[in-house]
């Protein structure tokens, strides 16, 4: 592994467990999901994310990117969307827990408006769980997701 | 397959190859690639690609993201780079042939400043041919790589 990577190593590992969404303007909903974090030597984690319906195992959503640490403590998350969304993110690692926010949000324009995000991650153990909040579809930045997911 | 996949279904699968780059900053590289795109059943493609050291094999650059047929011949591209950076493309689909331009590209504040690309993509059978020209780093839009892949 670069050594570089060592503080965010508590994330390698693919992850798998359930979630809940809900969003002013949709139905409360639930998923299944399984996100991988690797790495290939480089300075960076490939991050791999998508989720199932619970009952169907349709998939649902999806999402993939880098996630690249930035000194001891700074982190950018880079990610695109197959909704017609990429994302850029800045934050922060303190031990097994990370605070991002996007500082860019680019929709084509084909997909629903997407502002901002915010992504609170912690890991203990084997046990990793976020919430993520958005701005979208001329809402203000509200609470949409939460999962608590396990390492295989 | 999603029916909306129907002009893009030529691409699906995994290619190898070897592609050449050049740039007026840099000296001109050689590298082997591996690029899949598969679907879920969904309206999109999902893109993963990798290249290697021809030599060496180590990891050199990748890349992931989703591609989005709009109508019959329009296409949307969303990727994203361990670099730090982001991009959305827009273009066409003429038969097998394929055009696109960045509409927006996004750099963290740490990443080499990236301004814009375009990509053209021929397939004839299994075997796919790309060029990427690419402004960047205070150049013009400049071609940057081209690579032939074979559908394993």
Do not use: N
């Not at 998939?59 to 950018?76: F, I």
């Not at 690692?93 to 605070?99: A, H, L, N």
């Amino acid at each position: 592994m670069h050594p570089d990577l060592v503080p965010l190593a508590f994330l390698l590992g693919t992850w798998e467990g359930r979630g809940e969404g809900g969003y002013p303007t949709i139905e409360p909903f639930s998923y299944l999901e399984v996100v991988t974090f690797s790495h290939v030597g480089k300075p960076f984690l490939a991050y791999q994310q998508r989720t199932r319906h619970p009952q169907t195992e349709v998939p649902m959503h999806a999402e993939t990117g880098y996630w690249r640490p930035v000194g001891e403590r700074g982190l950018e998350v880079l990610l695109a969307h197959p909704t017609g969304v990429v994302e850029v993110y800045e934050g922060t690692v303190e031990r097994t827990r990370i605070e991002i926010r996007t500082t860019s949000v680019t929709c084509t324009r084909t997909a629903k408006d997407v502002r901002a995000l915010t992504r609170s991650i912690e890991v203990e153990g084997d046990t990793l769980r976020y919430d993520l909040a958005m701005a979208a579809v001329g809402q203000p930045l509200t609470h949409h997701l939460h999962a608590e997911l396990h390492r295989r």
